[in-house]
C-alpha cells in the first residue's frame, strides 16, 4: 500500500483545514488507518484513526472534539477535518495504514506510511 498526504498549509488559530490521505491498491479496506502528527523537536504522537468500515473511530485527548476522521473506501481515501485549530496543532501529519488492529494508538504497529503534510497554525 502506497500513502499519499496532502491538504497541509498554514492557517490561522481559530482555522479549519481537511488533510487527506489516498492509498493505491484494492485492499484499503483492509486496513484500520490513523494520523500521527510530529512538531519540531518532539516525537511522534497519535492524532486519531479509524476502523476498517469506519464503524469506530478513536482521538487523542488533545484533539477530541476539534478534529473528525473519516474513510471513504470507494475512494480508497482517509481525511482528517481540523477545527479549531491552535498552534500547538502544528506540526507534520502522517497518514499511516495498519493490517493488524491491535493498538491503533502505537505507531509501531502500523505497517505503511505516507510522506507526512506540513500544517502550521499562527496566533
Known amino acids: 500500500v502506497q500513502l499519499q498526504a496532502s491538504g497541509g498549509g498554514l492557517v490561522q488559530a481559530g482555522g479549519s483545514l481537511r488533510l487527506s490521505c489516498a492509498a493505491s491498491g484494492r485492499t484499503f479496506s483492509s486496513y484500520a488507518m490513523g494520523w500521527f502528527r510530529q512538531a519540531p523537536g518532539k516525537e511522534r504522537e497519535f492524532v486519531a484513526a479509524i476502523s476498517r468500515r469506519g464503524l469506530s473511530t478513536y482521538y487523542a485527548d488533545s484533539v477530541k472534539g476539534r478534529f473528525t476522521i473519516s474513510r471513504d473506501n470507494a475512494k480508497n481515501t482517509v481525511y482528517l477535518r481540523m477545527n479549531s485549530l491552535k498552534p500547538e496543532d502544528t506540526a507534520v501529519y502522517y497518514c499511516?495504514?495498519?493490517?493488524?488492529?491491535?493498538?491503533?494508538?502505537?505507531?509501531?504497529?502500523?505497517?505503511?506510511w505516507g510522506q507526512g503534510t506540513l500544517v502550521t497554525v499562527s496566533s
Open positions: 499511516a495504514a495498519d493490517s493488524s488492529y491491535t493498538d491503533l494508538t502505537r505507531d509501531y504497529e502500523y505497517d505503511y
